[in-house]
């Protein structure tokens, strides 16, 4: 069964920083690009970021380039986002969520909610 | 960014209901659309992709059609289990972004 659990979320201050995560079993990690979406309360799905099955490429929404990165490691089946300069707009549930480059998103993690707020 | 429209944002229907949700985007995205179910608390769900195939597991009352810049999903009778919000998303281009949302209620 596939399983895709994020943690890390919490209450960070304005122009802290954050570090999520998202644990992946049930299916081979290394064969899957790996996304990132997040829902501020009450609005709408907002794309985030990617990275490549094998970590060599990576893509970062505007709202969040040069703040935030992606990244994986293999040996812990387990993908990452460092969120940094963190705003109050950032503030949202995210979603990790497995698919291949091209490829709708097929598995979803439960979300971790990032809350910033002084 | 390509900009997903989707209408109407808000649907109240009952049981039995037909309805139809409109998915309109800024440019050509060819057949790179999917659709999702999103239910309070809970993750999105994948239901539609390419357009008009079903994901595994989907029941056949949803249907997808559409091509080019608008894009439609199909309840064709609705259950009570279908009261959700229902996003697009395209394929065709990073980021691969959303339509805006549409909540269906019951009447």
């Known amino acids: 069964e596939v399983q895709l659990v994020e943690s890390g979320g919490g209450l960070v201050q304005p122009g802290g920083s954050l570090r999520l995560s998202c644990a992946a079993s049930g299916f081979t990690f290394s064969s899957y690009a790996m996304h990132w979406v997040r829902q501020a309360p009450g609005k709408g799905l907002e794309y985030v970021s990617v990275?490549?099955?094998?970590?060599?490429?990576?893509y970062y929404a505007n709202s969040v380039k040069g703040r935030f990165t992606i990244s994986r490691d293999k040996s812990k089946n387990t993908l990452y986002l460092q969120m940094g300069s963190l705003r109050a707009e950032d503030m949202a549930v995210y979603y990790c969520?497995?698919?291949?480059?091209?490829?709708?998103?097929?598995?979803w993690g439960q979300g971790t909610l990032v809350t910033v707020s002084s | 960014d390509i900009q997903l429209t989707q209408s109407p944002s808000f649907l109240s229907a009952s049981v039995g209901d037909r309805i139809t949700i409109t998915c309109r985007a800024s440019q050509g995205i060819s057949s790179y659309l999917a659709w999702y179910q999103q239910k309070p608390g809970k993750a999105p769900k994948l239901l539609i992709y390419?357009?008009?195939t079903l994901q595994s597991g989907v029941p056949s009352r949803f249907s997808g059609s559409g091509s080019g810049t608008e894009f439609t999903l199909t309840i064709s009778s609705l259950q009570p289990e279908d009261f959700a919000t229902y996003y697009c998303q395209q394929l065709n281009s990073y980021p691969l972004t959303f339509g805006g949302g549409t909540k269906v209620e019951i009447k």
């Open positions: 990275i490549s099955s094998n970590g060599d490429s990576t």
């Open positions: 390419s357009v008009s």
């Open positions: 969520a497995r698919g291949l480059w091209w490829e709708p998103l097929d598995y």
